[in-house]
């Protein structure tokens, strides 16, 4: 599994924060968002015990998945209150 630098991942974070594509799943609260030209999804676990993430990226060669992407505690709760506001 590929894994993001802190650029790449703080962007996706800021985009994701001002997004109004929320909607929730079985897994909790997800979002698409585009940065350059690959598409990253954003989640926050519905149990609340973890912070958001970026889970997966489409790109040139498909859709992988991602580890440890985790927001940090000021990112996680812009996250939260977007999210909370288009998909509650």
Known sequence: MPTLDSQTAA????AAATS??????????????????????VEIDSSG????QITAWEGYGGTEYVQDANADLDQHR???AQANTHAP
């Open 11 to 14: 962007a996706v974070f800021a």
């Open 20 to 41: 109004t594509d929320w909607r929730r799943t079985n897994r909790g609260q997800q979002v698409r968002v585009s940065h350059g030209s690959d598409t990253y999804y």
């Open 49 to 52: 015990r973890y912070f958001a």
């Open 78 to 80: 812009a996250l939260a």
